[in-house]
């Protein structure tokens, strides 16, 4: 059956589109994607492929995991998701182990939230705070994005110490995903993302300010930037 999974991602190729992606998830020597090929396959196509093939065992879903090829892993953690609905535990283990490999941000933001967010929702979460503290870059991102599972169930606490832990981050992908979840907080309830920015915003890269505060009515969000709060 992975045989035939990847013979039918094969057959969707688009060198085209394989060409823009590579450029767009920057996959090119010494940048964040590098060594990432793509076969040009887009979202919900690879969504309806992963969907007849929802009973792999995870050592086939590892081969996909361990392979070059972006789409083989996205695939892979899509059937992933629909397993851990099922199997929940050693899903979110074998998940983890993996971490490493669920490496571009698109990946990430698809699958942790999924996955890793809603397995700890009532569990501890030390590994969020282990994994933020991470050298890796996408472990990083895995412990911030994994929190939106905590944000639409109005738990804050995690996500704005997660925060607090990647504000001074060097990576632009951690400024967006912190920014991003700062502003999906803020959706939930303003009044804790005001709280939190103004002990803080002075501090944040200007990327990640912009996206925290990007749904503030127009003079709000202005005297952010200005310094002005």
């Given at each position: ?89 050693k899903v979110f283990e074998f998940y983890l182990k993996n971490s490493k490999k669920i490496n571009n941000w698109d990946l990430v933001d698809l699958s942790a939230p999924n996955i890793v967010g809603d397995f700890l929702l009532d ?107």
């Amino acid at each position: 059956m992975l045989q035939q999974l990847i013979s039918e991602l094969n057959s969707l190729k688009d060198p085209r589109q394989a060409e823009i992606l590579q450029r767009f998830f920057k996959t090119g020597e010494g940048q964040y994607g590098g060594g990432d090929v793509f076969l040009g396959i887009k979202i919900p196509v690879q969504r309806s492929v992963a969907k007849k093939y929802y009973d792999l065992d995870l050592k086939e879903i590892q081969e996909l995991l361990n392979s070059k090829i972006h789409e083989y892993r996205m695939v892979g953690l899509f059937i992933l998701i629909d397993k851990y609905k099922k199997e929940g535990e050693k899903v979110f283990e074998f998940y983890l182990k993996n971490s490493k490999k669920i490496n571009n941000w698109d990946l990430v933001d698809l699958s942790a939230p999924n996955i890793v967010g809603d397995f700890l929702l009532d569990k501890n979460k030390d590994i969020l705070y282990k994994l933020a503290r991470s050298e890796n870059l996408w472990e990083k991102r895995i412990a911030i994005v994994s929190t939106f599972a905590f944000i639409r169930n109005d738990k804050f606490e995690d996500t704005l110490a997660i925060v607090e832990i990647l504000l001074k981050d060097s990576h632009d992908l951690i400024h967006k995903a912190v920014g991003w979840m700062l502003r999906e907080v803020g959706k939930r309830d303003e009044k804790v993302l005001e709280e939190f920015l103004k002990k803080n915003y002075q501090k944040m890269p200007r990327i990640m300010l912009r996206y925290s505060i990007e749904k503030f009515e127009e003079g709000k969000r202005k005297s952010y930037l200005k310094g002005k709060v």
